[in-house]
């Protein structure tokens, strides 16, 4: 063989060695555990104060800063969660203060309390202060499997200035255990 | 007004520089140009050997802001010894009075409105992603490191080293005002070559055609490259017709380096380098010799311009041109499906059809991002200067810069051919005396900042009226950027709350220029690209890999076993688990097996690591004959494979081979049947697991985006904690 094709041919053969690619390739890795127990229950019961109540908020609870205690209500305010296990054995709770100011200008108010739409009591609340309702969750009160508002109708509201209807200031609302009350 | 002065300071130092490199380049190469020539060809030139020198810097670990100075330092002392500010002729001055007083009025008048816009603190979306960031970023390690995380680290960044120089000195805004620089530089040189070629009213045309048109002005006062781009593909071509003239190495040189340093400012401007070649020898058939000289001259240059990009990418992602060819070059960092999935969404951007693409790109500018002007819509005109020799070359030019424009319809991606385009109907424009200057007032009555809202789609990108307080930053720059942009609260708080060193996985906010911490998104990596699938497979039915291909036979011996793909298909197929079974037990994976899989052999191990989250993925389109395969280190006896796959994979088929040990494949004949599997509880957590073993620490959300509400109403589900909250974004701390 005449020397340049010699040189080519192992130019040719060192070029395809070079150029073959690595065989990549590797042992089992360390075998997964995946995590224990059971799902974390969501939490049903909404603090004014958690830093994502924006998210719960339907329709009637005015903004505020995030983490503050309470939030100013509208005539309507509803508030959602998801229902996370079974809320049967847990009870509504709805804390709230009835604002002097409010009854200054309308006298006592009278408000119903709802759970998907269906009204599962009221109260007339002639004096100022913090008020807490409470009652035990029916079946009736989950009529949506998945989602449950909670609501509150307040009568008569008191129009501020600024034309805006105030309500009550809402502190929490939800299913709780009744235990943990 | 001192952060003012040093935006000015690094701006003007840019300028100084990239003048006198340039200057001195083209004495060295004794190209013989006039004036207006060699002002623009010397900052365009020269602005490529000052990337070229930072590019050099930062690859030498020493891209300090004193190095970059002293550099400055020299360079214009060595501009100022070689006489090189001083002009080699005196400026002729050849268009008639009227046009010129009209020019200058046309571009100070919106130049009023360009440099308000461009000192005005940074905030584009892809300058504080990336044209920014990474300069930023390069600046804070001193150098390059590999950055394998970001597929837009991996593009070529000739412009984006100046603004590296830029920014040590003056920040943010110096980046932009740099590409302005070229914005401002683009209309001399089309002026310039009207000169050339005896149509001084044509290049004037074309200056103020280029220079007044909205998209121009929006991106050239950013701190994006398109306009850069475009100047220097017209310097190139501007060189080739010097050395048609002159026929000098020098020329060839110069117009080789051009085409050299247009791939080094966008990949797709490397179609440059054949237009440059091909011209010079089909130029010089009489003289072959001598254009095969000039041409291997070019092509050297235009090599040295680029090779420092495609080493850089060949060290630090194993593919020179990253992140685009991953079939032909296979890596760790960027699938080749993602890279279609991308290629696919700009070439049909917003949805727009080729027959759309002339309304969109000149009149709405919405949904292709920019708009030329209405003006632009006479461009098929452009083809009657096809009649002078002068018009051909400029066509065919602009034609070569068209093609890679259909694998991105974006407006901006039209910039790099309109310099010619422009020209080409200027000559034809410049026949009808009277016409021409209707056209142009036109246009600059269309382009001007507070007509465009009345014809263009309300969410066109275009210029806003500039906010000179902020330019002057009267109004502090903090004030102004939290109005702009609305992460900016957020990436604002990064460096306080997450430790140096901590990976935030961010789908939807990518300001990466204004805070040093590491996001990495969802679509800019092969990393971000799994974990964004293993969240949405944590959470969506059918994503789950819940369905399982079981293939039972007679047992038999196996050495080496291969699940071999069978089908087809545009999708790529993922496998969450393989396992081997007999005697309906599963045979412990031992450590001396060994994993292997005909492509994307880097992810073998999430098949075999017990995770329902975790996939192995082809990481392109499925075709018969890929495989996994199971070194099993000594024969075992196997009677049943199974093989798990996401549910929304029911297409998915295959087969097993075996060797039983003497080297010879075997296909198992078996059809597999399909079972379903139930989906473990807590996968939510074992997500968020898995996020923190890749290396995250923080998750970054905007209220609205995908999983965002699923984040916020199960937080606890997932085990993650809200740190911070600003403006509708959350950072979540992984537990």
Redesign the interface.
């Known amino acids: 063989m005449p020397m340049p094709a010699r040189v080519a041919l192992t130019a040719a053969a060192l070029l395809t060695i070079s150029c073959s690619p690595p065989?990549?390739?590797?042992?089992?890795?360390?075998?997964?555990?995946?995590?224990?127990?059971?799902?974390?229950?969501?939490?049903m019961f909404v603090r004014i104060s958690e830093?994502?109540i924006e998210?719960h908020v339907v329709q009637d609870v005015l903004s505020d800063q995030?983490g503050a205690a309470w939030r100013w209500t509208n005539q309507h305010p509803r508030l959602k969660v998801?229902i996370d296990g079974d809320p049967a054995n847990s009870e509504f709770v709805v804390e709230f203060t009835v604002p002097g100011v409010v009854l200054k200008q309308t006298g006592p108010l009278q408000i119903k309390f709802l759970v998907n739409d269906h009204i599962v009591g009221s109260g007339r609340y002639p004096t100022e202060g913090k008020q807490v309702f409470h009652t035990p969750v029916t079946r009736e009160m989950l009529s949506n499997p998945d989602q449950a508002v909670f609501g509150m109708d307040v009568d008569p509201v008191y129009v501020a200035p600024d034309g805006v209807k105030l309500g009550v200031l809402l502190e929490a609302i939800g299913f709780r255990q009744a235990a943990a009350r | 007004m001192k952060q003012v002065v040093y935006i000015l300071v690094a701006t003007a130092l840019t300028y100084a520089c990239s003048y006198a490199l340039g200057s001195l380049l083209l004495r060295t190469l004794s190209v013989k140009m006039r004036r207006g020539e060699e002002r623009f060809l010397s900052f365009i030139a020269g602005s490529g050997l000052l990337s070229t020198i930072v590019f050099l810097l930062t690859a030498a670990q020493v891209a300090y802001k004193g190095v970059f100075l002293a550099a400055s330092a020299v360079i214009i002392a060595a501009g100022f010894w070689r006489r090189a500010y001083l002009p080699v002729e005196a400026m002729e001055e050849l268009e008639p009075l009227r046009w010129r007083i009209a020019f200058w009025i046309l571009f100070l008048g919106f130049g009023w409105f360009y440099v308000g816009n461009a000192l005005a603190p940074e905030c584009s979306p892809d300058g504080v992603a990336y044209h920014v960031a990474l300069p930023a970023h390069y600046l804070r390690d001193h150098g390059f490191r590999p950055i394998t995380t970001n597929m837009y680290a991996n593009l070529s960044q000739g412009i984006e080293m100046l603004f590296e120089y830029a920014f040590s000195i003056g920040k943010h805004s110096a980046a932009a005002m740099v590409h302005f620089l070229f914005l401002l530089t683009l209309p001399f040189g089309l002026r310039a070559y009207g000169r050339r070629i005896g149509r001084p009213r044509a290049g004037m045309i074309a200056a103020l055609l280029v220079y007044l048109s909205p998209v121009f002005g929006r991106d050239g006062t950013v701190a994006y490259v398109d306009v850069a781009a475009a100047a220097v593909v017209f310097a190139m071509f501007y060189a080739l017709e010097l050395w048609r003239e002159q026929r000098t190495t020098g020329a060839a040189i110069l117009a080789g380096l051009l085409a050299g340093f247009g791939f080094a400012v966008k990949y797709t401007l490397g179609v440059g380098v054949p237009l440059v070649l091909g011209a010079i020898v089909a130029g010089s058939r009489r003289h072959w010799k001598q254009g095969l000289r000039a041409a291997a001259a070019a092509a050297l240059f235009a090599a040295v311009m680029m090779a420092p990009w495609l080493i850089k990418n060949w060290l630090f992602v194993h593919n020179p041109v990253s992140p685009f060819y991953n079939t032909l070059f296979p890596n760790p960092y960027v699938y080749a499906s993602f890279e279609q999935q991308y290629r696919e969404f700009f070439r049909h951007m917003n949805g727009v059809q080729l027959p759309e693409i002339p309304a969109e790109a000149t009149v709405r500018g919405e949904r292709l991002a920019g708009l030329l002007g209405p003006v632009f819509l006479l461009l098929p005109f452009a083809l009657l200067a096809l009649r002078r020799p002068e018009g051909r070359r400029l066509l065919l030019a602009g034609a070569v810069f068209l093609v890679p424009y259909f694998g991105n319809i974006g407006t901006r991606f039209l910039m790099s051919s309109i310099p010619f385009l422009a020209l080409a109907l200027a000559m034809v424009l410049d026949e009808f005396r009277l016409v021409s200057p209707l056209v142009v007032a036109l246009h600059a009555l269309l382009s001007w900042p507070s007509v465009l809202p009345l014809y263009a789609g309300t969410y066109a990108w275009r210029l806003e009226r500039p906010n000179w307080s902020a330019a002057l930053r009267i109004t502090p720059e903090e004030t102004y950027l939290l109005q702009a942009r609305d992460d900016h609260q957020m990436v604002r708080r990064l460096d306080a709350v997450v430790p140096a060193g901590e990976a935030i996985f961010s789908p939807a906010i990518g300001n990466s220029a204004y805070h040093t911490r590491n996001l990495i998104g969802p679509f800019e990596s092969r990393l971000g690209n799994r974990t964004y699938d293993m969240l949405f497979r944590a959470t969506i039915d059918d994503l789950r890999t819940t369905r399982r291909l079981r293939f039972h036979f007679p047992a038999l011996t196996a050495r080496r076993l291969r699940v071999v793909i069978n089908v087809r298909n545009d999708q790529p197929l993922a496998i969450s688990e393989v396992r081997l079974w007999n005697d309906s037990k599963e045979l412990p994976r031992d450590p001396s097996w060994r994993l292997r899989a005909s492509v994307n052999p880097w992810e073998v191990q999430s098949a075999f690591d017990n995770s329902p989250l975790t996939v192995w993925t082809v990481g392109q389109r499925t075709e018969p004959g890929m495989f996994l395969q199971i070194d099993l280190g000594a024969v075992r006896t196997v009677d049943e494979v199974t093989v798990d796959v996401p549910e929304v994979q029911r297409w998915a088929d295959s087969q097993i081979s075996v060797d039983s040990g003497d080297g010879v494949w075997k296909s198992v004949p078996n059809q597999p049947t399909q079972d379903k599997l139930d989906w473990p509880p807590r996968m939510r957590r074992a997500a968020i697991e898995e996020m923190k073993a890749s290396g995250f620490r923080w998750l970054l959300l905007r209220d609205g985006e995908l999983l965002a509400d699923d984040f916020v109403e199960r937080s606890a589900q997932w085990g993650v904690h809200q740190v911070e909250y600003a403006n509708r974004c959350r950072l979540w701390r992984l537990e």
């Open positions: 065989v990549i390739e590797y042992a089992p890795p360390p075998q997964r555990v995946l995590p224990g127990g059971v799902e974390a229950n969501l939490p830093p994502n998210k995030p998801l």
